[in-house]
């Protein structure tokens, strides 16, 4: 079982650069799990955005955030973090932190545990 909240979110104007922190709370080790970042904008389906493994050895990305956003963890402090910079309009959205102790693929489905979300609102 592990407990995920996410903080950072914000209004920011194009180009512009925010850091998201998702903080777990976990009987288990936190490397036990992936973490990813996903998000979802009014109307339209969940989406995956980065996931790291669980050492932080690997990580992946969704073209459309690719050389945009760096997602990164540091399991002493239990957290995991995105990067976002160059933000875009169409980054706009609710983003939410994911947790899975087997997969790390984009299919949202596919993951255990969630965060509450932050909201990104991107301004043009």
């Known amino acids: 079982q592990v407990q995920l909240v996410e903080s950072g979110g914000g209004l920011v104007q194009a180009g512009g650069s925010l850091r998201l922190s998702c903080a777990a709370s976990?009987?288990?080790?936190?490397?036990?799990?992936?973490m990813g970042w996903f998000r979802q904008a009014p109307g339209k389906e969940r989406e995956f955005v980065a996931v790291?493994?669980?050492?932080?050895?690997?990580?992946y990305y969704a073209d459309s955030v690719k050389g945009r956003f760096t997602i990164s963890r540091d399991n002493a402090k239990k957290s995991t973090y995105l990067q976002m910079n160059s933000l875009k309009p169409e980054d706009t959205a609710v983003y939410y932190c994911?947790?899975?102790?087997?997969?790390?693929?984009?299919?949202?489905?596919?993951?255990?545990?969630w965060g509450q979300g932050t909201q990104v609102t991107v301004s043009s």
């Open positions: 976990s009987g288990r080790t936190f490397s036990s799990y992936n």
């Open positions: 790291t493994t669980k050492s932080g050895a690997s990580a």
């Open positions: 994911a947790a899975d102790r087997y997969v790390s693929g984009t299919y949202a489905r596919e993951y255990s545990y």
